[in-house]
């Protein structure tokens, strides 16, 4: 997953324009093979791709994702539109950004690209540490205070949180939204138990680079589950 997130982002600095395909495991050496008839540059050479980048011609790359429930996304990503294409291109950092699973890709100021998580997986899990410092179970009866999980109950799960979060790859667009998930937990943590010392959250480890694997098609058919 790393070296896949790692190469979609290096491929997005020359060729930023993506059209996203999903298709089932069974098919997908089938609709990868159809891309590459589609879009002969696929199989090309770098400095092929390179030349034609130069000269303002379309040269279309294919990043195979990691499949997950039966499906597999395929990316194309090319420098130009391409004329005449069947598929649906997009700008994939405008108006609405590339989004896989739950990382969503991301420019910075600076013009560094990287993997953040997704606007949704933020929210999710800032909804998911509020709630477990500051209670649940709905609105408390009448004169009854609002339900919390005792501190070192709340102060446990929180580290389960954390520890979780550890797992998502530490790139750094990521690793930045998981320091501020840390602060954020810190914040809460402090506004409602003053009396009880906050959650350590672990730092998150940097992703080390990993080199994109390459094979031919027909190689990836058992990977998909497909016939040996």
Do not use: C
Request: proline share 9%.
């Amino acid at each position: 997953m790393t070296s896949a997130l790692q190469i979609v982002a290096r491929l997005a600095h020359s060729s930023p324009f993506v059209a996203v395909i999903e298709a089932p495991v069974a098919k997908a050496v089938q609709i990868a093979q159809r891309q590459a008839q589609r879009y002969p540059t696929i199989d090309t050479d770098h400095g092929t791709r390179t030349a034609l980048r130069k000269i303002k011609m379309p040269a279309v790359q294919l990043v195979i994702m990691p499949p997950e429930d039966g499906e597999v996304a395929m990316l194309l990503l090319s420098n130009v539109v391409p004329a005449d294409s069947r598929e649906h291109w997009h700008n994939a950092f405008a108006p609405y950004p590339l989004t896989w699973r739950n990382y969503e890709l991301t420019q910075t100021a600076a013009g560094r690209i990287t993997w953040r998580l997704s606007t949704e997986a933020r929210q999710h899990y800032r909804a998911r540490i509020a709630r477990l410092i500051t209670g649940r179970g709905g609105q408390p009866g009448y004169g009854k205070r609002p339900y919390q999980l005792p501190p070192q109950t709340a102060h446990d799960q929180i580290i389960k949180l954390a520890a979780h979060l550890q797992h998502y790859p530490g790139l750094s667009g990521i690793r930045s939204d998981v320091f501020d998930l840390a602060q954020y937990s810190t914040r809460v943590w402090t506004a409602t138990h003053s009396q009880e010392h906050y959650p350590v959250w672990p730092t998150m480890p940097y992703a080390r680079f990993s080199q994109a694997q390459t094979a031919p098609l027909p190689d990836l058919i058992p990977l998909f589950g497909g016939p040996s």
